[in-house]
């Protein structure tokens, strides 16, 4: 009896492992047939090339920002770039969207990669199959990635390290000390993010050793939360309000919009306005109001028309000349209550 069981455990096992590689053999079938008519729109325009980009989070306001940037400088160039989990029926790891672009044989990938082990393989294999890999925001520079565009992450840093440093002289904070909490991705394997952190801390001990430090000493502590979707960073939020009174941090330093989103909100629901401090990520229309009703205290603003265009620019580049620059670094800008006024009055214009 045990060992029917056992062959019938086994069959079902291999029944299901058979289905799942032809649903995704089918997947990967369909979606080259796709990609083999994006070349043909309703007036019969061809496209010199075809890029794909992929994302972390490929609905938010700021990746729409980056991806619409980067399609304008494509069709200037005479290329089509699309975002391709915008055209299938589930989500997707970013893997398994690396898998179906190197499938497809794309002429070009724009992924923000991370620096895992098997994000790693499969740029790695897009090269070997003479597809060119440009790295955007998270770099992975151990692989075989023809071009990282992104941010300095320790300019970066050191720009929310003198925001810091600014709230902590102007502010009135209980305690014999302040409590500073950046949220990082709590699964990221990417080192962008401890740069960044180490670019925070360094500026604040550069201020406390360098001058006379006329507010209270300030404490950076990196809180990891739970990336995976926008409801389990909500979840994460919250759960660092509900840890009583005397443990909210006094600073929240977030390194996301999701992140910055969901900050905003808890503040807000747990009537936090005023006592803890925000710095944000983007600028996006929530966060402007933010900022300008004085719940978000500034927020670092990176130039997404330049990450997309840059993109589109260095894959030219190298079908144009074999060879590219390694790195492309964008511009960010600190956007406060001083400010705010201007940047909403830009995003009003451009609707």
Not at 270 to 288: F, K, P, R
């Amino acid at each position: 009896m045990k060992a029917l069981l056992k062959r019938l455990n086994s069959i079902t096992i291999f029944i299901i492992t058979g289905v799942m590689v032809a649903l995704t053999g089918l997947l990967i079938f369909f979606f080259v047939s796709y990609t083999r008519t994006l070349s043909r729109t309703e007036s019969d325009v061809t496209y010199d090339k075809y890029y794909v980009m992929i994302t972390d989070d490929a609905e938010s306001s700021f990746w729409k920002s980056v991806y619409e940037a980067a399609s304008l400088r494509a069709a200037e160039e005479n290329a089509y770039v699309e975002m391709i989990s915008d055209n299938l029926s589930r989500e997707y790891s970013q893997a398994e969207l690396m898998e179906i672009a190197i499938a497809s044989k794309v002429d070009g990938i724009i992924v923000t990669a991370g620096e895992s082990e098997e994000i790693t393989e499969l740029i790695n294999q897009a090269y070997e199959e003479g597809i060119p890999v440009i790295t955007l925001f998270n770099d992975n520079a151990q692989s075989e990635r023809l071009s990282f565009v992104g941010v300095g992450n320790y300019n970066l840093g050191k720009e929310y390290g003198n925001l810091i440093i600014q709230m902590a002289k102007e502010g009135a904070f209980p305690g014999n000390h302040i409590n500073v909490a950046v949220l990082v991705d709590g699964g990221a394997e990417s080192s962008g993010q401890n740069v960044l952190a180490a670019g925070i801390q360094d500026t604040i001990d550069k201020e406390s050793s360098e001058t006379v430090v006329s507010h209270k000493r300030i404490d950076v502590t990196l809180v990891p939360v739970d990336a995976s979707n926008s409801f389990s960073v909500e979840e994460s939020v919250r759960n660092l309000f509900l840890r009583g009174t005397g443990s909210i941090p006094n600073i929240v330093v977030c390194l996301n919009e999701t992140e910055t989103n969901s900050v905003y909100q808890a503040v807000v629901d747990y009537n936090q306005v005023g006592i803890v401090n925000i710095l944000g990520y983007y600028d996006s229309g929530a966060i402007l109001k933010g900022i300008e009703r004085d719940v978000i205290y500034a927020t670092l603003s990176i130039d997404t028309e330049q990450l997309g265009q840059y993109c589109i620019d260095a894959l030219t580049e190298y079908y144009e000349l074999g060879y590219t620059s390694q790195y492309s670094t964008v511009d960010s800008y600190v956007i406060n209550k001083r400010n705010v006024a201007e940047y909403m009055g830009e995003a009003q214009n451009e609707k």
